[in-house]
C-alpha cells in the first residue's frame, strides 16, 4: 500500500488573498465568506490521485478548521490534524492515538505553562493563546519575529519548538511533528511506501521521514534530509505540479 500526506494550506489548497486564477473550486466556507480554493487543475489531478494510493491529509489545523475543508472528493478515510497529535478516522477522533499524542509530549507541560505567560505579556500579542487540544500553543503577534524570539530565548529548545509562519506563533513539542506522526501512522496502516507533500518547516520532519517527497524549491534552504526528495520549481501553483508528478508516479 502507497501512503500519500499532504499538507493543506498552500499546498493544496490557497487562501483567498492568494490569486490562483479564475479557475478555481472554492474548498473551505468560514462565516459564510468563501476563504480557501483549490485550482481546478489540482481538484481533478486529486480525485485522480485518490483513486490509486491512500490519502492522508496531515495538517497543522485543529480539528475545527480541518471540518471546514471540503475537498470534493468525500470524507477521507484518515486524516492528521493538530501537527499529527490528532487522528481521525472517517471524521471521528481516534481516542487512543490521542491519549499516545499527550503521553509523548507529557515532558513539555512546564515549557508550555512558561510560554503561556511570557505570551500573556507579551505587548506584540494580538490575538488569544490557545492551547490546542493539550498538545501545543498558538497566537498572532504584529511582530512574530520579536514574539518568537523572546520565546527562544526563554524556553528550552530541546524540548519544544518556537515556529512561526506570517502573523502566526506556535509553541510545539519536538516530538508533536508530522515526521513522528506519520511513522505512527505507517506502522498502523502497515504502509509499504509513503509519499509526503509540503510547502513549510512544518512540513519538514515529514520530508526526512519519507519514502519519496515533493517540496517547493525555496525549502532548499532547509537542508532537508533525503535523498527523494524532489523540488519543484513552478510557475503555476505547487499543487497543479504535485499532483501531476505524483499522478505520472502511479
Known sequence: ??????????????SYKHEIGIKKKCV?????????????????????????VLFVPTTT??????????LGIGVPKYALVCNGGILLEHGVKD?????ESKLLVSDCKGELQKAQKILAKDENRNFEIRN???????TKSLQPEKTTAQLQSNLNLLLVDVLS??????????????????KRFKKKVTADIVIAAGD??????????????????????EHIRNKN?????TDRRFSDDMLTYINTMY
Open 61 to 70: 489545523r485543529s480539528i475545527e478548521q480541518y471540518e471546514r475543508i471540503d
Open 200 to 221: 513549510s518547516e512544518f512540513d519538514v520532519p515529514m520530508f526526512q521521514e519519507a519514502d519519496f517527497a515533493l517540496a517547493p524549491k525555496e525549502l532548499q534552504s
Open 95 to 99: 481516542f487512543n492515538w490521542y491519549q
Open 229 to 233: 526528495l524532489q523540488y519543484i520549481e
Open 165 to 182: 509562519h506570517g502573523a502566526k506563533v506556535y509553541v510545539i513539542p519536538k516530538k508533536l511533528n508530522k515526521g513522528t506522526a506519520m
Open 132 to 138: 490546542i487540544e493539550q498538545l501545543f500553543l498558538f
Open 1 to 14: 500500500m502507497t501512503v500519500f500526506h499532504s499538507d493543506l494550506d498552500n499546498t493544496l489548497i490557497y
Open 28 to 52: 473551505e466556507i468560514y462565516q459564510g465568506r468563501e476563504i480557501s480554493f483549490m485550482t481546478s487543475q489540482s481538484y481533478q489531478l486529486l480525485k485522480k490521485v485518490v483513486k490509486k
